[in-house]
């Protein structure tokens, strides 16, 4: 069974930093892209970046310049540097992958989110 693990989260005064972690666990498992999201309270999920199996990034506009997505493919793992912060970016955040599991299908795979929270 496919777990998804996301630690980092946490109380960052604005200005300051904090870098997520999302390890994902499971035999023989291959992810192909690896996505972070955010939700605010009263807000729809957002897309906030992207990394594809190749190294390929995109960034919502938000956070372009502030935010690096990155990934180690050996470990299954994708990382969320988030630099100067605002309280805008307060939020739970998702770790999404797309993988498969030996022959299985591919599909789509949450973790269970981590909360950020920027004090002005």
């Known amino acids: 069974q496919v777990q998804l693990v996301e630690s980092g989260g946490g109380l960052v005064q604005a200005g300051g930093s904090l870098r997520l972690s999302c390890a994902a666990s499971?035999?023989?498992?291959?992810?192909?892209?690896m996505y972070w999201y955010r939700q605010a309270p009263g807000k729809q999920r957002e897309l906030v970046a992207t990394?594809?199996?190749?190294?390929?990034?995109n960034y919502a506009d938000s956070v372009k310049g502030r935010f690096t997505i990155s990934r180690d493919n050996a470990k299954n793992t994708v990382f969320l540097q988030m630099n100067s912060l605002k309280p805008e970016d307060t939020a739970v955040y998702y770790c999404?992958?797309?993988?498969?599991?030996?022959?299985?299908?591919?599909?789509?795979?949450w973790g269970q989110g981590t909360q950020v929270t920027v004090s002005s």
């Open positions: 999404n992958v797309v993988g498969v599991q030996g022959s299985g299908l591919w599909r789509s795979y």
């Open positions: 499971g035999s023989m498992f291959s992810i192909n892209t």
């Open positions: 990394i594809k199996n190749g190294g390929f990034t």
